[in-house]
């Protein structure tokens, strides 16, 4: 199975990506109207069957599940929603731990949480129990 796991935000999108165990982060793209566009080719050209969504409380929660019916509706990639709470967070603690300068840190902050988030999606369904 390939998956695309996607770290919402009003401003960027987060991608990571994994066809296994393991999951990477895979890019940063705008928020906007073409964003549909890009992602719905990407998921068809690249193979994906699922795509995981991290999904939080509030207003992000709402506008995250519109985000990822739409996308459901533009590919025949099944969606799932997955719990993000403090990816971004733990992202950013990574980062630091890893020595990247904060200008790389805020480019990378959403791929980071979404690799986290789908390496935490694969763990619970069974990948890998590190």
Known sequence: MKYLAIDYGRKHVGLAR???EIAAPAG???NNEKIWEKLAAKIIEEGVTTVVIG????QAKAEAAAFGGRLSNLTKAQVV???ETLSSQTAKKKMIEAGKPRHRRQK???C???A???QNYLN????SHD
């Open 124 to 127: 619970e369904k069974g990948g």
């Open 116 to 118: 986290l988030i789908l």
């Open 112 to 114: 980071v949480a979404a």
């Open 108 to 110: 990378e902050d959403h």
């Open 18 to 20: 994994s066809e296994g």
């Open 81 to 83: 929603y997955y719990d």
């Open 55 to 58: 999904i939080s409380e509030g």
């Open 28 to 30: 940063t793209m705008d």
